[in-house]
């Protein structure tokens, strides 16, 4: 019954938000940031053993180990970027979440590096006269 | 998870008790005193939700990318 934790905390910051945010709007603001970060928390320690699986499956897989860890990480610099994103298109600032996606794509680029170079090198190995 | 979810009450209810004191103190005639306790609940409320950011930036940094 987590679900129905994570969506009464939900529910409960939403009202509280609604009500400060006729005084101080800044202060609702910082209302809905914990709520993210609370349920982000919560959900963090379930993943921890989806995690634990994937990598389980990748060793009997005899995947390599660094393929996995850039997977892990990529997933991570994904969770971030949509956390901050969509917090920071919350407080209607919606240019610099648009920004912060972009940097997010990028970066993720960048991590995939090897493994895109792999992809390319047994490409290339295929290629006959290559 | 209930026993952090506190913290939302706490934020909310510093706040609105912010907000009552910036009423009063208007209604007082102090404007300058005023804005300074609306300012001084912000700093407040961000020294709170910057632990808890950097809790979850940890949080995350152990979990998905292996390290501290």
């Known amino acids: ?130 | 998870m209930l026993g952090e979810a506190m913290i939302l009450f706490q934020i909310a209810g510093i706040g609105m008790i912010v907000a009552i004191i910036h009423t009063v103190l208007k209604q007082m005639g102090k404007e300058e005193i005023a804005q300074f306790t609306t300012l001084m609940g912000f700093i407040l409320v961000l020294l709170i939700v910057l632990g808890k950011l950097s809790e979850l930036f940890q949080q995350i940094k152990s979990v998905f990318l292996f390290q501290g």
């Open chain 1, 1 to 130: 019954m987590d679900i129905i934790i994570v969506v009464s905390i939900g529910i409960v910051a939403s009202l509280l938000a609604l009500i400060v945010k006729e005084q101080n709007s800044s202060i609702a603001f910082f209302v809905v940031v914990v709520t993210g970060i609370i349920i982000f928390l919560f959900v963090l320690q379930k993943i921890t053993g989806i995690l634990l699986l994937i990598e389980q499956l990748g060793e009997r897989a005899n995947v390599e180990g660094l393929y996995i860890k850039t997977i892990l990480k990529i997933i991570g610099i994904a969770y971030i970027t949509e956390f901050g994103a969509h917090l920071i298109r919350d407080a209607g600032l919606s240019a610099i979440a648009a920004k912060i996606e972009l940097a997010g794509k990028i970066i993720i680029i960048t991590v995939a590096i090897p493994i895109l170079t792999a992809v390319i090198e047994t490409i290339l190995h295929f290629m006959p006269g290559g």
